[in-house]
């Protein structure tokens, strides 16, 4: 039996990978998203069955706090990402949030899956829809009269 590089055994376990399921409730937004449990059960045995083991180890450099995600494959071959956190909260709670989105959404990436959900972030974010009465007035080239539609006139 031929040892497949950690390149193709990469490629082989992204092939393999299942989607993740959504298994969790965010109370906030009442929307559901898959938690670091739910990408760990999706990554972790196909990594396994393909000869890679996963660690995610927190660090510091010069751009801050991170957490860094290593496949680590028994030919020796490596590959890596960090995720740098962002704390909501200055303290451990804040922390320990951070840290479980940076490993999950780091997890993920290695894993080549989607993100299904980012927690309703993109619930709260504003809209990018431009309310009527802030719409720019566009003009009929023929007639001068404002259009009726709020598209340009050219």
Sequence with gaps: MTKLSAIESLLKAH????????????PHFKNS???LG?????????F???????MQ???RDELGAYVETRLLHTTGES???????????QNMQGLG?????????????MANLEAEDDDGNE???????????????????????????SEPAF
């Design 79 to 89: 590959f890596s990402s960090k995720v740098y956190l962002v704390l909501d909260k």
């Design 33 to 35: 998203y898959a938690s």
């Design 15 to 26: 092939k393999d990978m299942k989607p993740v399921i959504k298994d969790s409730t965010n």
């Design 57 to 59: 180890p927190c660090g």
């Design 97 to 109: 949030s951070a840290i479980t989105y940076a490993r999950r959404y780091g997890l993920l990436g």
């Design 48 to 54: 396994r069955d393909n000869g890679f083991v996963v």
């Design 123 to 149: 619930a709260s974010k504003p809209s990018t829809k431009i309310p009527d009465n802030k719409k720019p007035i566009t003009y009929d080239a023929l007639t001068g009269l404002p259009n009726k539609k």
């Design 38 to 46: 739910a990408v760990i059960d999706a990554t972790s045995t196909v």
